[in-house]
């Protein structure tokens, strides 16, 4: 039971990045998934998170109005979009498994953490 993140990559300022997340050996149709990510030297932070049925969707003030996370059960993945991309967007990304969205910027109740994609946003 695991998620893959790809679609990372090397991009300019001002550039889109879509993110995928994989889901193999379980149904995502009964979770929320969470996207975070980690900078060199910082922690963890949150990024998004949506409910399992795509109804609520929650962003760090951060990226509200750049990033669009959404779903698509049928396939078993979830995707995070990345518009406008900033300097401080640089980190890992990693999607993991939650049961709802509630407190959702906490990363102690994920599971199934991916192994992450880099993206790296020049300036």
């Known amino acids: 039971w695991q998620t893959v993140e790809s679609g990372g990559g090397l991009v300019h300022s001002g550039e889109s990045l879509r993110l995928a997340c994989a889901a193999s050996?379980?149904?995502?149709?009964?979770?929320?998934i969470g996207w975070f990510r980690q900078a060199p030297g910082k922690t963890r932070e949150g990024v998004a998170c949506?409910?399992?049925?795509?109804?609520?969707?929650n962003y760090a003030d951060s990226v509200k109005g750049r990033f669009s996370i959404s779903r698509y059960n049928a396939r078993n993945m979830v995707y995070l979009q990345m518009s406008s991309l900033k300097f401080e967007d640089t980190g890992t990304y990693y999607c993991?498994?939650?049961?709802?969205?509630?407190?959702?910027?906490?990363?102690?109740?994920?599971?199934?953490w991916g192994p992450g994609t880099q993206v790296t946003v020049s300036s």
């Open positions: 993991a498994v939650e049961e709802n969205c509630g407190n959702w910027e906490s990363r102690k109740s994920y599971t199934r």
């Open positions: 949506i409910d399992r049925h795509g109804g609520s969707r």
């Open positions: 050996g379980f149904s995502i149709n009964y979770h929320a």
